[in-house]
């Protein structure tokens, strides 16, 4: 039986992690959780699960925790930064589930590697922040690294049995979002409740705007070129509004291979936890005369530059992509609250990429005085640009 950790397991992923485990109830146990501020749904996931140790983001939501708790086992309770390294790096388990949000998922992920452990990598922004560094530790302590996000599982199974001097280059495919057919001027008028509204997929807020901005997909470039050790110009997008090719790659001898399916996270998921095995997923089966037709498009990166921003981030590498995710964040969460148009998001990111001077082969304390400067430099921006 594998046991299992699960950081981010109120998010869309977690959930989706947790039904895949509870449905196979002699592969999977649980032994830990980590969550952030959902204490009530945390307190459910452990009566169900009944892992050892979990994990909540202040001491406030740790005693709230503990006081509702009415349980007749023993369970470990930690919040902090500590407390999420310390979970990520439980001897318990086998494998973690990487699905914090944004570049909280970094430090956690990386304590989870050095303790020897596999990861099931949802968190795109530990690649994208510190590639290199997740790389060279993991080949130190012989872990695995297994992506979730859909289209780098896509990828990843693609290439079994493949050698990897045969790849000419991979297609990360992408929904295009709610606004593919939208104009420029359209855009300028985009209320926060429309981008919300993910055509395919259901996902938390902050990527759903990621997905509506096409940054999502710029961050999956850079995930991409780390997983699979890529040069950018090996890493293409198309749209495809259907979402049922996840992702394809293209041999030297022609050949294109695809891995498709339903879009359900599900699918990835249970993939990278079993591993080289498969199991059976109680989903739907793809069915393509229901589908009918299978759409193909070139991004736009006039209309949705955050790509073009991305890949431009990535391609100069060192400190610029922990930048250029940093200001994402804050960016995002602005528009969130609706301080900022959809517009401005990729304005904002530009004016503090613009502002960053990229340290080059950067160490990991350079990488997070990077971020922490591009958050404070975004915030400052907004402060001109909204008061």
Not at 79 to 90: P, T
Not at 280 to 290: K, M, P, R, T, Y
């Amino acid at each position: 039986m594998k046991k299992i950790t699960i950081l981010g397991s109120t998010g869309s992923i977690g959930l989706s992690a947790l039904d895949v485990i509870k449905k196979n109830p002699g592969r999977f146990q649980v032994v830990a959780l980590a969550a952030g501020q959902n204490v009530n749904l945390l307190k459910k996931q452990i009566e169900i699960f009944k892992p050892k140790l979990v994990y909540v983001s202040t001491k406030e939501n740790a005693l709230k925790l503990r006081q509702d708790l009415t349980l007749n086992y023993k369970i470990k309770i930690l919040y902090d930064r500590e407390g999420l390294n310390e979970i990520a790096s439980f001897p318990s388990a086998d494998i973690i589930v990487s699905a914090i949000s944004g570049a909280a998922g970094l430090m956690p992920t990386l304590a989870a590697i050095d303790a020897g452990k596999d990861v099931a990598l949802a968190n795109k922004e530990t690649m994208v922040m510190a590639g290199e560094i997740v790389n060279r530790r993991a080949k130190q302590k012989k872990v695995k690294i297994i992506p979730v996000d859909s289209e780098h599982s896509a990828i990843f199974q693609c290439l079994q049995g493949e050698k990897i001097e045969n790849l000419k280059r991979i297609i990360l495919t992408a929904s295009g979002g709610p606004f593919l057919n939208f104009t420029v001027n359209e855009l300028k008028q985009v209320k926060l409740n429309q981008a919300l509204k993910h055509p395919r997929w259901k996902m938390g807020k902050k990527i759903t705007i990621d997905s509506a901005t096409l940054m999502n997909k710029g961050l999956e470039v850079i995930e991409a070129k780390w997983l699979f050790n890529l040069d950018f110009g090996k890493i293409d997008v198309l749209i495809h509004p259907q979402s049922i090719v996840h992702s394809m790659i293209e041999l030297i001898d022609g050949s294109v291979l695809a891995q498709m399916g339903i879009p359900d996270m599900r699918i990835p998921i249970s993939y990278a936890l079993t591993y080289p095995e498969r199991i059976i997923n109680d989903i739907s089966s793809l069915n393509l005369l229901e589908t009918e037709k299978l759409e193909f498009c070139q991004p736009d990166m006039k209309k949705f530059p955050c790509l073009r921003l991305a890949y431009e981030a990535g391609i100069c590498g060192g400190t610029t992509p922990a930048v250029l995710n940093a200001a994402n964040e804050i960016a995002v969460a602005a528009f969130l609250e609706q301080k900022i148009k959809f517009v401005d998001l990729p304005k904002i990111i530009n004016k503090v990429l613009t502002a960053h001077v990229c340290g080059e082969d950067p160490s990991l304390e350079s990488i997070l005085n990077a971020d922490s400067w591009a958050r404070i430099k975004t915030t400052e921006i907004l402060e001109r640009i909204t008061s």
